[in-house]
């Protein structure tokens, strides 16, 4: 499964992820997710799900974690 995440960043981009088996039954589109970017960490929001991304999956980074508590924005606001 693959996550797009929109990070805070000046240009308006999401980015593919790999969702681990462990992660994504917590994973839902509008929460706060926790994700590797170049030499840091991040957090971004989970703006959806999808089965393949157009990116080799050997490339995809791992998302990390998914922060606790319900989705901040609702998949409809999405």
Do not use: N, W
């Not at 999401?14 to 088996?21: A, G």
């Not at 989970?46 to 609702?74: C, D, F, N, Y």
């Amino acid at each position: 499964m693959i996550a797009q995440v929109a990070l805070p960043l000046p240009h308006l981009e999401v980015f593919d992820y790999l969702l681990s088996e462990e992660i994504q039954p917590k994973a839902k589109a509008g929460c706060r997710v926790l994700v590797p970017f170049g030499p840091r960490k991040m957090v971004g929001l989970l703006v959806r799900l999808q089965e393949a991304s157009t990116i080799p999956k050997e490339k995809l980074k791992p998302l990390l974690a998914v922060e606790p508590g319900s989705p901040l924005i609702h998949e409809k606001q999405l």
